[in-house]
């Protein structure tokens, strides 16, 4: 069963720092697209970051270039969003998704797969 598990969000002031992971079982890691997603209250979940199964990464929005870094650890099967310099904008619940053929996309429809979400607040 294909399961993915998001863990490291969580309140900090503005210009900090977060990692959230994104722990997946059930597949091979090395093989599949994963992406990250957040939804702010009120607004329609958007793609953040994305890595394939080949090591590209994508950031979607000009606001995360220099700031969020996505990676993948094959071996614990585990994917990280390093997030620096956070802004009261960033303020979501962050998801991470799969997607078992093709590339990256930041098409919500397109991944059939996700994790239950973690908190990040962003606040002074």
């Known amino acids: 069963q294909l399961q993915l598990v998001e863990s490291g969000g969580g309140s900090v002031q503005p210009g900090g720092s977060l990692r959230l992971s994104c722990a997946v079982s059930?597949?091979?890691?090395?093989?599949?697209?994963i992406g990250w997603f957040r939804q702010a209250p009120g607004k329609e979940r958007e793609g953040v970051s994305c890595?394939?199964?080949?090591?590209?990464?994508?950031n979607y929005a000009d606001s995360e270039n220099g700031r969020f870094t996505i990676s993948r650890d094959n071996a614990k099967n585990t994917v990280y969003l390093q997030m620096n310099v956070l802004r009261p904008e960033d303020t979501a619940n962050y998801y991470c998704?799969?997607?078992?053929?093709?590339?990256?996309?930041?098409?919500?429809?397109?991944?059939?797969?996700w994790g239950q979400g973690t908190q990040v607040t962003v606040s002074s």
């Open positions: 059930g597949f091979t890691l090395g093989y599949n697209v």
């Open positions: 890595i394939s199964s080949t090591g590209g990464m994508i």
């Open positions: 998704a799969a997607k078992t053929t093709g590339y990256c996309s930041a098409h919500v429809s397109f991944y059939p797969y």
